[in-house]
């Protein structure tokens, strides 16, 4: 099924509106529940319902990171989102801040599947390889 570009176009608002504001209610929102999150071909990724995604999100807040949305880039079905973390020890390896990158795919208006990547060109061609 082929997902209208202003579904995802308005998905991806509603995911950087949610991730500037730390507000994992509106997360929740645009998440299906069955959605999975882990690295790129885990075939059972860490996360693979709403819940435990925002668990996540919860206890990396708790523990004092923080993300500020870099860009969100529409690309077909998905939304490249790059983010710039802080209080992680990867961050502070990396002289406080360090780049990360998601790869959200939207199905039926809700994102059902999120990959992380250390480098923007793997989450760019994990998405030429995964078109739909």
Known sequence: MTEHPESVE????????ALETADLSALSDVLDPNVRWGPPGDPSPPCQTREQVIAWYSRAKESGATAQVSE??????????????????????SGGQAARWQLLTVRAGLVVDIVGFDQRSEAVAHAEVADE
């Open 10 to 17: 308005a998905v991806a608002h509603q995911v950087r509106a």
């Open 72 to 93: 969100i880039v529409v690309l077909g079905n998905r939304i490249l989102v790059g983010l710039a973390v802080t209080g992680t020890r990867s961050a502070a390896q």
